[in-house]
């Protein structure tokens, strides 16, 4: 099992960069791919960013891709997600999920584990 905790939210403006953290537990953080979801109020949770269990391989959202990059360091048991040129439809609550699996899934059933997410607003 792994414990997560999302921080790095906030208020932006439109055009500002955020950066994301999140924090695992335990001694497994290694043996789990590494997701990022959002989901914005009335709306579904939708897939943001992947990272494989060594790093190597990332995956993104037509949405955020080019604009947000996700990255992680196993030696600290973290996953972060920069997230450049925000627009005000960026805002949404983010969450960090980890995945046994070495399938890329970009749905939630495809996560173990889940932070309870961290408040990312972007304004006008």
Same mark, same amino acid.
């Given at each position: 099992?792994?414990?997560?905790?999302?921080?790095?939210?906030?208020?932006?403006?439109?055009?500002?960069?955020?950066?994301?953290?999140?924090?695992?537990?335990?001694? =497994?953080?290694? !043996?789990?791919?590494?997701?990022?979801?959002?989901?914005?109020?009335?709306?579904?949770?939708?897939?943001?960013?992947?990272? !494989?269990? !060594?790093?190597?391989?990332?995956?993104?959202?037509?949405?955020?891709?080019?604009?947000?990059?996700?990255?992680?360091?196993? =030696?600290?048991?973290?996953?972060?997600?920069?997230?450049?040129?925000?627009?005000?439809?960026?805002?949404?609550?983010?969450?960090?999920?980890?995945?046994?699996?070495?399938?890329?899934? =970009?749905?939630?059933?495809?996560?173990?584990?889940?932070?309870?997410?961290?408040?990312?607003?972007?304004? !006008?």
């Amino acid at each position: 099992q792994v414990q997560l905790v999302e921080s790095g939210g906030g208020l932006v403006q439109a055009g500002g960069s955020l950066r994301l953290s999140c924090a695992a537990s335990g001694r =497994t953080f290694g !043996s789990y791919a590494m997701g990022w979801f959002r989901q914005a109020p009335g709306k579904e949770r939708e897939f943001v960013a992947r990272i !494989s269990r !060594s790093g190597g391989f990332t995956t993104y959202s037509d949405s955020v891709k080019g604009r947000f990059s996700i990255s992680r360091d196993n =030696t600290k048991n973290t996953v972060y997600l920069e997230m450049n040129n925000l627009r005000p439809g960026d805002t949404a609550v983010y969450y960090c999920a980890a995945s046994n699996s070495g399938v890329v899934f =970009t749905t939630p059933r495809g996560y173990d584990y889940w932070g309870p997410g961290t408040q990312a607003t972007v304004s !006008s």
